[in-house]
């Protein structure tokens, strides 16, 4: 199987915007640190990852439908950290971030 050229380009845009989801990965895995994290801009992140995954196959492109598939597990996981942490209690706030 030979890859054109565009294809190689969108597998490297797809590894670079891909890997820049592993620091806040981490990031909140570790310090179990939500707060500052948008739920409404993760959810709508996920769902668009999601459609760009049916996308990716529908049209038969590797680097879109592999890109796809690992941000979505790295954008559902910081999903399910922030609905689980931010229901833990947090010294010194009264107050829940939305």
């Known amino acids: 199987m030979q890859m054109d050229f ?22 909140t895995w570790r310090t179990r640190s939500v707060a500052d994290l948008s739920l409404r801009m993760y959810l709508l992140f996920t769902l668009g990852v999601v459609l760009w995954l049916v996308y990716g196959i529908r ?11 690992v941000t979505l597990v790295l954008a559902a996981s910081i999903l399910v950290m922030k609905l689980v942490y931010d229901k833990s209690p947090r010294k010194g706030s009264g107050r829940r971030s939305k």
Not at 6 to 22: D, K, Q, R, S
Not at 60 to 69: E, I, R
Request: hydrophobic share 60%; charged share 5%; with cysteine.
């Open 6 to 27: 565009l294809e190689l380009i969108g597998l490297a845009a797809g590894c670079c915007t891909t890997a820049a989801f592993f620091p806040q990965v981490l990031h």
């Open 59 to 69: 049209i038969g492109s590797l680097a879109v439908t592999l890109a796809n598939a």
